[in-house]
């Protein structure tokens, strides 16, 4: 889609008004009326809105829809690229723009650069394309947001954002990926790369081909620690260096960076294992038939810090390679995150088996060992209850009374019949003796 920025200039604050305005009333109107536009430009006449929205009409920066059965008007795309560019000049990120540098399914690249002449990259999304129309249905953060009312304008936007935040978490990190610097709407500002795609790698001979294979692998497995798979790792979206920093210098290697993550989801997504797989064969199948390289598993190696020639395995495996080592997916909310590691969940489900098992069997033998139950209790309850009768009770507070008379008795007549314990209490000779003649009798 053509970019044509040359009447940006002419524009004044009051229109820029009046397409916001159009831009806010565009959340919840296809078409937004006249009224509301007015209303939400904070302009006092109305015949000053009507002079803005007849200006932007002719820079075809808003449309009016055919058959309407209001008077209303639409934003284009040419309208949110001036509102996302308009932003980046007020932020001093973007000064200059330049041609196009290509042209992709779901979005153009542009020439651009900053005040102090530092060549850029705009990357200006445009979903919505004959030939991409699909794109709701293969993302997940893009398919719980398009409902019915929802424009394409909204998807690029929120797939840029998506993207804008994948590039800065992952170049903090140290991936080898270009260094984004703004987003504004549906359109990301970042570093320019010199060189060109993977697919003209064919054309580069002095090029170490076996390194470049298990670094792209590396990177690929690095990701994956990370928490994400990339789901579009191929020639295409691979950028070769055309050369390298003074410490980087080797005229072999030229180095690499990676491009496109709106579509990146988590290892934990239902189908990781596919798509990480789908990405490892795009590059076995490039390197294969383009570059004529095919390396086989040797197992008298060693060395499993890379992949190919010279090392163990030829190429990463989802369940033996990835091992979880950070949680961008989580700090990103890639698509099939899950708050629960795997682990959580599996123990949770096992805890609950358990319980579920346990559960059974006591409503299993509850039935057979109610009768037995009853019975041992019935029978401990009322043994408790004869033997702690009334009758009892009465008996030996009457022997304890009788026996403390005799004792105050021997004491106040001083007869000699009394012997002390060891506790200090006084015991009657007779119960001694008495006693005694049982044991004599046995």
Not at 42 to 64: E, F, N
Not at 69 to 91: C, E, F, V
Not at 109 to 120: L, N, P, Q, V, Y
Not at 329 to 349: I, N, V
Request: charged content about 30%.
């Amino acid at each position: 889609m053509k970019l044509d920025t040359s009447h940006m200039r002419y524009l004044t604050a009051e229109d820029f008004q009046v397409l916001h305005a159009v831009e806010r009333g565009s959340t919840n109107h296809e078409v937004v009326p006249t009224s509301l536009i007015h209303q939400l430009s904070g302009l006092r006449s109305m015949s000053g809105t009507g002079r803005c929205i007849s200006d932007l009409a002719k820079l075809k920066l808003i449309s009016r829809l055919r058959n309407a059965s209001y008077d209303g008007y639409r934003l284009t795309y040419n309208g949110i690229d001036y509102l996302a560019l308009k932003t980046m000049l007020d932020r001093d990120t973007v000064y200059s723009i330049g041609g196009p540098m290509g042209v992709g399914k779901e979005s153009d690249i542009f020439r651009a650069s900053d005040k102090e002449g530092t060549a850029k990259v705009l990357k200006i999304h445009r979903l919505g394309r004959t030939s991409f129309h699909t794109v709701r249905n293969k993302r997940d953060y893009l398919r719980k947001n398009a409902k019915n009312g929802v424009n394409w304008m909204f998807l690029s936007k929120l797939a840029a954002a998506k993207e804008f935040q994948f590039m800065t978490l992952l170049y903090a990190k140290g991936f080898n990926i270009p260094e984004p610097f703004d987003n504004s709407r549906h359109i990301i500002m970042m570093a320019m790369v010199e060189g060109y795609t993977m697919t003209r790698l064919k054309y580069h001979k002095n090029i170490n081909i076996p390194k470049l294979y298990s670094d792209l692998m590396n990177f690929i497995v690095k990701l994956g620690k990370s928490g994400l798979i990339h789901c579009d790792f191929n020639e295409f979206n691979i950028m070769i260096k055309n050369s390298l920093g003074a410490e980087e210098s080797n005229e072999n290697d030229l180095g690499f960076l990676v491009i496109d993550f709106p579509q990146c989801i988590s290892i934990q997504h239902p189908e990781a294992d596919f798509y990480f797989k789908r990405d490892v064969d795009c590059i076995r199948r490039f390197f294969k038939k383009k570059m004529k390289y095919e390396p086989v598993a040797d197992p008298t190696m060693l060395d499993v810090d890379g992949f190919g020639d010279g090392y163990k395995y030829p190429y990463p495996d989802f369940h033996r390679d990835i091992v979880r080592e950070d949680n961008l997916d989580e700090l990103l909310q890639a698509s099939g995150f899950s708050k629960k590691h795997p682990s959580d969940r599996a123990l949770e489900e096992a805890v609950q088996s358990m319980r579920d098992h346990e559960e059974e069997e006591e409503e299993g033998s509850q039935d057979e060992n109610l009768e037995e139950s009853e019975e041992d209790y019935d029978e401990y309850y009322y043994d408790s209850e004869e033997g702690d009768s009334e009758e009892d009770g009465d008996s030996d507070t009457d022997s304890l009374a009788e026996e403390n008379e005799k004792i105050v008795e021997a004491l106040t007549t001083g007869v000699g019949n009394l012997k002390m314990d060891k506790l200090g209490n006084y015991i009657l000779e007779e119960e001694e003796e008495e006693s005694d003649e049982v044991e004599n009798s046995e």
